[in-house]
């Protein structure tokens, strides 16, 4: 049946361990508790906040609280339309695992005739895009370029210690909360996969004694599947997505290091005139450097 495929929108959502005590949350309970189902009418729109492949994104109020969020809106025909029905539903499901300060919480989700909603976290300080794009010659300092891509590494391997495939890191996808911390957005492009983190331990010297420079264990946790989708955003694709050999979780790396230079330097290493051209330059094109930052 077709309100079938939206049944997981219409699913409980509650809270996990490292935001249960929000305001946002105690707003969202304080609701729940007298027996009600979060929908749309709780909440007063304020402003559209940006569009995506899958939907729209407002600023919204939930009413009587002064509490904002983030909503993504997504309409059920133009998914069934273009065949994005799965999307909303790995996005619906990855949105409700997470549990981290860089990532977005899910407060509620719900659906109406025509749409199915998330409430997530609405981040006062815009997209690192904008940010960077108001920077003089559109570059960070080399001091800032660390901070955020420190945060974005910590983001990518919670997200890969799930299973996740991010598949979408790009400056307009990282968001900055008000304390400036930052928040890995999107994950209707995101894959699930099993993964078995592990902790792997350096054998000892030959001695009796632990040496002090003994190496501490290592922690692992790399999703092992790889996918076939051609998917990202031409400038941060990696090669093996262009080539359809198969990628697995080493893309969000391949972005990272794209996201770097980008920050540093004020553009991507491999943008062509055109896509086609991206894409050559990505598969042959030598990686360099300016001899200067701008």
Same mark, same amino acid.
């Given at each position: &049946? ?26 969202? $309970? ?23 492949? *899958? ?9 009587? *609280? ?30 409700? /695992?997470?549990?981290?300060? +860089?990532?977005?919480?899910? %407060?509620?989700?719900? $659906? ?5 909603? /998330? ?26 370029? &660390? ?29 900055? $909360? ?12 995101? +894959?699930?996969?099993?993964?078995? =983190? ?10 009796? &004694?632990?040496?002090?420079? $003994? =190496? =501490? ?5 790399? =999703? ?11 400038? %941060?694709? @990696? ?15 391949? @972005? /990272? ?21 991206? +894409? ?15």
């Amino acid at each position: &049946r077709p309100e079938d495929l939206w049944a997981l929108h219409s699913q409980p959502v509650f809270p996990r361990p490292h935001k249960r005590h929000s305001s946002s949350w105690l707003a969202i $309970q304080k609701i729940t508790s007298r027996g009600e189902k979060i929908g749309l009418h709780h909440f007063k729109p304020i402003k559209p906040l940006g569009c995506g492949d *899958t939907g729209s994104v407002h600023l919204v109020e939930l009413k009587g *609280t002064g509490e904002l969020f983030a909503m993504k809106a997504m309409e059920k025909s133009m998914m069934l339309n273009r065949n994005k029905v799965h999307r909303a539903c790995v996005e619906r499901e990855i949105s409700s /695992l997470l549990d981290h300060p +860089f990532l977005p919480s899910l %407060y509620s989700s719900f $659906q109406t005739p025509t749409h199915v909603c /998330l409430i997530t976290d609405f981040c006062p300080g815009g997209e690192l895009f904008n940010l960077l794009d108001k920077q003089p010659m559109k570059l960070f300092k080399e001091e800032s370029a &660390r901070f955020y891509a420190a945060e974005v590494v910590i983001g990518l391997e919670y997200l890969h210690c799930l299973g996740i495939i991010y598949r979408d890191l790009k400056p307009e996808n990282i968001l900055l $909360q008000k304390d400036g911390h930052v928040v890995l957005t999107d994950f209707d492009l995101s +894959f699930m996969t099993p993964c078995k =983190p592990q902790v792997l331990k350096h054998p000892l010297p030959n001695k009796r &004694r632990r040496s002090r420079n $003994q =190496p =501490p264990p290592t922690f692992v946790a790399e =999703p092992s599947t790889q996918s076939n989708s051609f998917v990202g955003t031409e400038e %941060y694709i @990696a090669p093996e997505i262009i080539t359809g050999a198969g990628h697995s979780s080493a893309i969000d790396w391949w @972005a /990272l290091g794209i996201l770097l230079y980008e920050m540093l330097y004020g553009r991507t290493p491999f943008r062509g005139k055109n896509r086609q051209k991206t +894409f050559s330059n990505i598969l042959h094109k030598d990686l360099s450097f300016p001899s200067s930052i701008p």
